[in-house]
Each structure stands twice: as structure tokens, then as C-alpha cells.
């Protein structure tokens, strides 16, 4: 295991071939660890993806990727993974950051979700006893010279309020949508206002009422190397961002795809909340276009790395986990 985490360092947590992998009890100890390591690792960070690549030719100049982390909540593995008593992970209480991706390319501010935390609102059994909460995203992006009024897109994953939470901002006793300029995207099937929640009226409810949302079918082709791939099983609606380009690797950000390293290196797991059989389908999808154009993958709540570096290896799976962290 290697560590770096300096300012834009990068982190190797494993190199695993095959079935090999990570060991499922170092899942237990790696967010401590790196807690350790890092201890300021939620501030943000600038990346430059193809940096890991060490290869010139595939350098985005003009593209710049944030990763921006508002905070951390706790999940009990069993609970949420209805895991026997004798597996390795039973018990575990992992903590799970909750990031949005700010992309930057030449005429496009692009947000991949909006994420909010807000531990008033969480049950306590979800809160991390200590944990001193990050500046929020729209103190982030302030901090990191990101308008919020020059965005020009915001890609909702799925309608769980983590990811879109941050989409509305109060303005003298009013609400008003944090990212005026942008078109805000929300795939039909997880547009449920009969379900909303006072705290969902608040923000997608705002956002539609602003004429700001485009309700999106499918696969949607934005331009400039960016379209929408539905990726449904979190939610009905869950879809996921792709950033190509012509020259490099392709870009996934999954959003709830996956939410611990288990689920990701042994696709038999799915948290209990999600349909299992679309799941499955669309982490089949995931793997082969990004294992097969030898893409990253950026999650939003995965605990050490952010995201991953895939590849095909001989033996056709992954062939390594290595990136950033924070
Ligand atoms: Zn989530």
C-alpha cells in the first residue's frame, strides 16, 4: 500500500489483478487510515485525471476536474447490505463521504450533483460522532474561484436528497436556485413531486418552478464530449455522466452506482434499498464501456479513493484501484 496526500498527490491503495483485490478486513481499517494519513483530506482538490497516467499524450489540458466533499455520514455494512453474521464486513461501521464533481472545460461549468449535508436533518445514527463537518459546496466553489451564477449545467444523478440539496439558496427570506444560468438535468422516472418531501419542494420543486429543470429519457447527447447514460437501481431514475474525449480516457462519474469498495469489487452486493436486477445491469454496463475505453470512475460516496482507474487486464476485470483522495 502506498500513501501520498499531498496537495494534488495522488493515493495507491492497492494494485489487485483477478480475484485478488483488496482483503475485505482491510475495508475495515482503510478510512482510519486514511483519516490518519490525511487528516484535511475533505478539503478540495484540483485533478487533473490523466496525471495518473503519466502519459503525455493523453493529458486534458483544457479539462479540469474538483472533487468536492460536504461531509461524511456513517452506514453499519450489515444494516445496509443485509450481510450474514460470518461475513468479514458484518459489523463494520464505514464512514461515507458525499462529493460532487465541479468539471470545467472551454464554454461549460458542468456540476455532477449538488450535494448538501446537513446533520440537523440526518438521523443521528447516520451522524459521525466528532466529525467536524467541511465547509459546503457553495463555500467550496467559492473558495476555489467557481461561480455559482457562470454553471452552465448541473446533472442531477437521482432524486436522494444528498445530491441535490444544495440546488436552492435562501435570499432574504426567499428561495432562490443557486445555479441560476445553468439547465439542470433530472431524469423523468425520478420526478416524483406526489413523494416530495417539504425538503424536496425547496429545491427540485424551486428549480422547476424556475423554469431551470429538463427532465431527461435516456441516453442525451450535451455536446462538448459530455452526454447523460441512464444507469437505473439506486432509484428508477439514476443516471450517470460521461465526459469523452477525442483524445484520452472517458471519464464516469457514477454517482450512487456503487457505495463501498464491497459492492464494487463483488457486484453480488447492492444496498437493500436498490432493485438488484437493474443494478446488476447497469454495473455490467458501467465495467464494460470504462473497462474497455480505460476510463476513470468518480464516486460519490466510496471511502478511500474517490475514483478508480479502469482497465482491462489478461484475465478480462479490473486491473487496478489506485486515485485520489480526500
Ligand atoms: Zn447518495
Redesign the pocket.
Known sequence: MERLCQDGAWVTIASFAGEGYLPGNCFAVLDDLLDWFCPNRFLTDRIEPTALKGDKGTKMESIEITPLNVGKVQFDLSEIYHLPADHELAGVVAHLP?FSYHISLPGRSVLVDAADFDPKAMHKSFLVPGYVQPPTLLQQMDSLGIAAEEVTDVVI??A?Y??FGALTKEVDGCLQPTFPSARHYLNVADWQPERFEERDQRTLGVVEQSSLLTFVEGSVDLQDGLSILPLPG?TPGHQILHLSQSEGPGCYFA??LY?HQLEFVDTRWNVIWADTTMMKASKETLMRRAGADGGFVYF??MTGPYFVELAESAAGTVRSWQGGTR
Open positions: 458525499v444523478t437521482h436522494h444528498d445530491h439506486e454517482g450512487d457505495h460519490t460516496h
